[in-house]
């Protein structure tokens, strides 16, 4: 399952983010705001009709992500 696909309210764990090209820029920039395997990931919000931004917390931390950004980060199979 992808963090754009997560129910708000429901708690996930991220298991990796995905490169779409060699040296991705956006998959980086992910990582370093902390999206990396093993941390605890929650939306908190979606945009109106289901579109974006999505708002997601990581700690005490919240993003708000475009869909197509919160689509690179798949989540572990077993829930937290």
């Known amino acids: 399952m992808r963090l754009s696909e997560l129910e708000p309210g429901i708690p996930a764990t991220i298991d990796q983010v995905e490169d779409r090209e060699d040296l991705d820029p956006v998959a980086d920039r992910l990582r370093a705001l902390g999206f990396v395997p093993g941390e605890p990931v929650q939306v908190v919000a979606v945009g109106p009709l289901g579109g974006d931004p999505i708002a997601v917390r990581i700690g005490f931390t919240r ?8 689509n690179r980060i798949v989540l572990d199979d077993r829930r937290t």
């Open 63 to 70: 993003f708000a992500l475009r869909r197509a950004e919160a």
